[in-house]
């Protein structure tokens, strides 16, 4: 069988070796003769895997003592209501910082709790999308907090500067960049990611908050999404999502043995390097990302002629490269190239893509 690689966005690619594990152990797992995802989330063999994980999650991350962190249901969107809903605090306004589409979706559903104070830093330098510098962003001291995404998985740009706002609370939309590199967790106040792009099964959402920050939810508030409930309940006030969890500890795991956080922005680098070389090396490919701003996720292009949109992704397909389609907002192609996407899948990729040029540019 050719093999494959899998540059979709989301839900995307996990570490061979981690569904490797999970599939020896599906069925008979710790010996017990049944599987994970059919015991009690409150037995003390499930307990252990979800402390485990949470302890290595802290780890990678180098996460402060004053943090809680909470394996939530509900995705980044359920975090868009969330994060008002526990940060207002009475508050009217709060700060959202637009970026792309998802921290344009975070402001809409904002709209429903309060008056976001939008903050557009999408510019333009040399015909190409860049984002304004921290240094720039016009903060309001009516609001409660600001939010933004420093990786917009669609329109394939990246903030990399670490916030430094005094004493504001910042909040961060990490979902399709969280564990690629290192961060100062201390600079937050809320971080949340989505589990389906850089840690494991969709279902799952890690959020990581600063204690100050809970037991300020509004009272109505649905309880699973009120940080203080979630907190005092060990992310066990409903039933979580148990084998995400244990999936996503695996991963964790996995983080660990290839040297952490560090040894993957170091990777990361290496593909996203490599990627970007052969577009930017080539008359045939373009991607409209000004350099400062490149995420090293998720990589947009497109190619010279349009017309030819439907024969890569047949070709790159049959080679065993797929979900290169590119969003529909953006076009074109993308290649998410996650921790779990090794270089060897980004080199097949590239020597795809010069392939595909001799033959057709
Ligand atoms: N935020 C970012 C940066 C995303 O990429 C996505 C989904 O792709 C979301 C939020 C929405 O996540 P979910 O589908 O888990 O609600």
Redesign the pocket.
């Known amino acids: 069988m050719t093999q494959v690689y899998n540059f979709s966005?989301?839900p995307a690619m996990l570490p061979a070796e981690v569904l490797r594990r999970a599939q020896q152990e599906l069925t008979n797992w710790q010996g017990l003769g049944t599987s994970v995802m059919e015991i009690s989330h409150r037995s003390k063999e499930f307990i252990q895997v979800a402390e485990t994980a949470e302890q290595d999650f802290r780890d990678l991350l180098k996460i402060p003592s004053n943090y809680k962190v909470l394996f939530c249901h509900?995705?980044?969107?359920?975090?868009?209501a969330a994060v008002p809903g526990n940060l207002l605090n009475g508050a009217s306004h709060a700060d959202y910082v637009d970026g792309g589409y998802?921290a344009h979706?975070?402001i809409k559903e904002a709209e429903k709790f309060c008056t976001p104070n939008t903050i557009d830093i999408k510019v333009s330098h040399e015909g190409k999308t860049a984002l304004l510098p921290m240094g720039q962003w016009k903060l309001n001291d009516n609001a409660a907090y600001v939010h933004y995404?420093p990786?917009?998985?669609?329109d394939g740009t990246a903030i990399f500067e670490q916030p430094d706002f005094g004493d504001k609370v910042v909040v961060a939309?990490f979902?399709?960049t969280i564990l690629s590199h290192e961060i100062d967790v201390s600079r937050y106040g809320v971080i949340y990611a989505?589990a389906?792009?850089n840690i494991g099964p969709?279902g799952l959402?890690l959020v990581i908050v600063r204690e100050d920050l809970l037991g300020k939810a509004r009272n109505d508030l649905p309880s699973v999404f009120n940080y203080s409930v979630l907190a005092d309940n060990g992310s066990m006030f409903n039933t979580p999502p148990t084998f995400a969890w244990y999936l996503s500890g695996l991963v964790f795991k996995w983080l660990k043995e290839q040297g952490g956080v560090a040894a993957m922005e170091k990777r990361n680098q290496q593909k996203a390097d490599l990627l970007y070389n052969t577009i930017d090396n080539s008359g045939f490919y373009r991607n409209n990302v000004a350099t400062a701003n490149r995420s090293q996720m998720n990589v947009p292009f497109q190619l010279a002629d349009a017309a030819l949109d439907k024969l890569f992704l047949e070709e790159s397909l049959n080679q065993g490269l797929h979900a290169l389609k590119g969003h529909r907002v953006v076009g074109g192609m993308r290649a998410s190239i996650y921790n779990a996407m090794p270089l060897a899948g980004v080199q097949a990729l590239t020597d795809f893509m010069l392939d595909f040029e001799r033959r057709h540019g």
């Not at 509900?74 to 868009?80: E, I, K, P, T």
């Open positions: 966005s989301g509900g995705g980044g969107r359920g975090q868009f998802w979706s975070a995404c990786n917009e998985t669609i939309d979902s399709s989505g389906q792009k969709a959402t």
